[in-house]
């Protein structure tokens, strides 16, 4: 079913540099850029979880654990995979909420919606 991009290089992660760079260079505080990159990371897992949805939801959570029992950084951390699912509980929230005041769907959301979001 998903795959996910980590296996080839489980150091990679699902943002890029590009996208790091770019909430560094915000004027938020130091816990809002931390923020902003767990929210960004969550969505980007998100979408590289939904191969086959055309609508553009969040994934079940289902699919959440497959995903993360496929990680190879995770696959034998139970704690860590149990952090990451609570993440994913609270970001899936915060995404839905933005993408319904955006009127999008949720994965077609974009880092720069986040920093918008974020900065007013």
Same mark, same amino acid.
């Given at each position: 079913m998903m +795959?996910?991009?980590? *296996?080839? #290089?489980? @150091? &990679?992660?699902? !943002?890029?540099? +590009?996208? *790091? #760079?770019? *909430?560094? =260079?915000? #004027?938020?505080?130091?816990?809002? @850029?931390h923020h902003l990159r767990m929210l960004a990371h969550c969505l980007q897992c998100f979408k590289s979880m939904s191969n086959d949805n055309p609508r553009g939801l969040i994934p079940v959570k289902e699919d959440w654990i497959e995903w993360c029992l496929k990680n190879p950084i995770m696959? #034998?951390?139970? +704690?860590? /995979?149990? /952090?990451? !699912?609570?993440?994913?509980?609270?970001?899936? *929230?915060?995404l839905e909420n933005l993408s319904n005041? =955006? &009127? /999008?769907?949720?994965?077609?959301?974009?880092?720069?919606? !986040?920093i918008d979001a974020y900065e007013h």
């Open positions: +795959e996910s991009p980590f *296996i080839d #290089n489980p @150091k &990679k992660g699902p !943002l890029s540099i +590009e996208d *790091i #760079n770019l *909430i560094s =260079l915000t #004027n938020l505080s130091a816990s809002e @850029k696959m #034998n951390d139970d +704690e860590f /995979v149990q /952090v990451m !699912l609570e993440q994913f509980s609270g970001a899936a *929230i915060q005041d =955006l &009127k /999008v769907a949720p994965l077609d959301l974009t880092l720069r919606n !986040l």
